[in-house]
């Protein structure tokens, strides 16, 4: 049983891994350092559990005690229970789930482990933004995708936003980080990946023309500028959503990076 | 050429189109009254006058007069050029892209005239947040769908969080607002169209498994609850995003109302 613990002061040492939550970052440093991440949320924390992360220990208001009674009780960490203000002046923010809880991270696989035995992947080349790539993960996790590898400046999968909005994707979604984003699509050639960079390029081949290979990597580029020009030319093929030419006419002509992730994702699983 | 008139009082009468853009409540009051909206960004501004929607005044940093000068030149409206701060002061937030128009709202069609002469509509529910709102008419804009029918509680897609998100699209996209929810999908049913309702239901058809008839219509509820139980039961069809089995064993069970509506919009345009 976890020992439940009233705290009654934001700057008690005690709740320093829940300090200035959106402090982007600080968390960054904070986070590495102790190797820790932070979820939010009933549903969030039970599956980072139940995908094996350690607890470090949990903070929250006193009435989120009795619904995770049961998760508690398997629990040998300390409960900091506090009061909303408490709660508020430690990590900055109106906690509005109620309930955090400080995990473990665990130590991610190789690129080449994780495409041991993919067949369908992600490859996120510099998605920067936490929301973007929550919301990546859910779909991709979701619609099928087996795995997915992240370019090394790709935003975290388990800053807390992302954790959040992916609803705890990212604990469903294998995923490596690639080491060196020059030669970093060689371990998917390697392991004979066809490699389709997503481009809204008028010119690319619609991603439903293109004929399914045995194993399928999908390239994401940035939100901004979209995939590099490197990565682009070493792909296999460019493709594209197929767009409505009336609306080309009229100005809109691409769609953001979730809903065209999520399209994408759809098609390379079907 | 637009009169350029340096405002240096966030109190000043003639800023009141745009005082306090984040408050939801005071801007649907301010809006409907004046039967205004607020467009933000160069790309945006420059959509919204496209569209035909008559300029009120523009509100800008002085940075902005130069790269709008060619829309300027052909305006006869007030441009009121101010500081940041001013800016900030009047708007409650920092104006990021530094330029604001407030544009007079059209008359909308009615559903039937909307509905005469669309193959592939989408019928939005309760979508009450303005970044789903916005996020769904890009998607359906860029990949052809012809039009939206918002339920009476449906959000504005004027809002400017909604026109900002759709980067524009919500001039691009015809729609109109049903009056009664209760009988709102009549009119659809009285054009021919068919009607798929779209949910998480392990149950209802792959929607890529439905036959394409000649007019459909895509039903989209809310974001937390979906449908009504009314207009699930209405439909003709009830349709799903075919989800990956291990996924749904992992939890990951659902996908966000954008990521959904962008695949739902991809597959009934195919």
Same mark, same amino acid.
């Given at each position: 049983?976890?020992?439940?613990?009233?705290?009654?002061?934001?700057?008690?040492?005690?709740?320093?891994?829940?300090?200035?939550?959106?402090?982007?970052?600080?968390?960054?440093?904070?986070?590495?350092?102790?190797?820790?991440?932070?979820?939010?949320?009933?549903?969030?924390?039970?599956?980072?559990?139940?995908?094996?992360?350690?607890?470090?220990?949990?903070?929250?208001?006193?009435?989120?005690?009795?619904?995770?009674?049961?998760?508690?009780?398997?629990?040998?960490?300390?409960?900091?229970?506090?009061?909303?203000?408490?709660?508020?002046?430690?990590?900055?923010?109106?906690?509005?789930?109620?309930?955090?809880?400080?995990?473990?991270?665990?130590?991610?696989?190789?690129?080449?482990?994780?495409?041991?035995?993919?067949?369908?992947?992600?490859?996120?080349?510099?998605?920067?933004?936490?929301?973007?790539?929550? $919301?990546?993960?859910?779909? %991709?996790? !979701?619609?099928?995708? =087996?795995?997915?590898?992240? /370019?090394? @400046?790709? +935003?975290?999968? #388990?800053?807390?936003?992302?954790?959040?909005?992916?609803?705890?994707?990212?604990?469903?979604?294998?995923?490596?980080?690639?080491?060196?984003?020059?030669?970093?699509?060689?371990?998917?050639?390697?392991?004979?990946?066809?490699?389709? $960079?997503?481009?809204?390029? %008028?010119? !690319?081949?619609?991603? =439903?023309?293109?004929?399914? /290979?045995? @194993?399928? +990597?999908?390239? #994401?580029?940035?939100?901004?500028?979209?995939?590099?020009?490197?990565?682009?030319?070493?792909?296999?093929?460019?493709?594209?959503?197929?767009?409505?030419?009336?609306?080309?006419?009229?100005?809109?002509?691409?769609?953001?990076?979730? $809903?065209?992730?999520?399209? %994408?994702?759809?098609?390379?699983?079907?």
């Amino acid at each position: 049983m976890a020992r439940l613990v009233p705290v009654t002061d934001a700057a008690d040492p005690r709740l320093t891994d829940y300090v200035r939550l959106r402090d982007v970052n600080l968390r960054k440093s904070l986070e590495a350092e102790h190797g820790l991440f932070v979820a939010e949320g009933e549903k969030v924390i039970r599956r980072a559990i139940g995908a094996g992360h350690p607890v470090r220990s949990l903070l929250m208001a006193r009435r989120w005690a009795e619904p995770l009674a049961d998760v508690l009780d398997g629990l040998d960490a300390p409960v900091y229970l506090a009061d909303d203000d408490v709660l508020e002046a430690t990590t900055g923010f109106q906690v509005h789930r109620g309930a955090l809880a400080s995990l473990e991270r665990l130590p991610l696989p190789s690129v080449d482990t994780l495409l041991t035995t993919a067949r369908r992947v992600i490859v996120c080349e510099d998605i920067v933004d936490h929301t973007n790539i929550g $919301a990546i993960f859910r779909c %991709a996790a !979701a619609l099928g995708v =087996d795995a997915a590898v992240l /370019a090394p @400046r790709c +935003a975290d999968p #388990l800053y807390r936003r992302a954790v959040k909005v992916s609803m705890g994707a990212v604990f469903a979604l294998p995923y490596a980080r690639m080491a060196d984003w020059r030669n970093g699509l060689g371990a998917l050639r390697e392991r004979g990946f066809e490699l389709l $960079a997503l481009t809204p390029a %008028a010119d !690319a081949t619609p991603i =439903d023309e293109v004929k399914a /290979a045995e @194993r399928r +990597a999908l390239l #994401l580029g940035s939100e901004g500028d979209g995939l590099s020009s490197r990565w682009l030319h070493e792909a296999d093929h460019r493709v594209r959503i197929p767009m409505d030419g009336a609306a080309l006419a009229r100005g809109v002509d691409s769609l953001n990076v979730v $809903a065209a992730a999520a399209i %994408a994702c759809y098609a390379l699983t079907r």
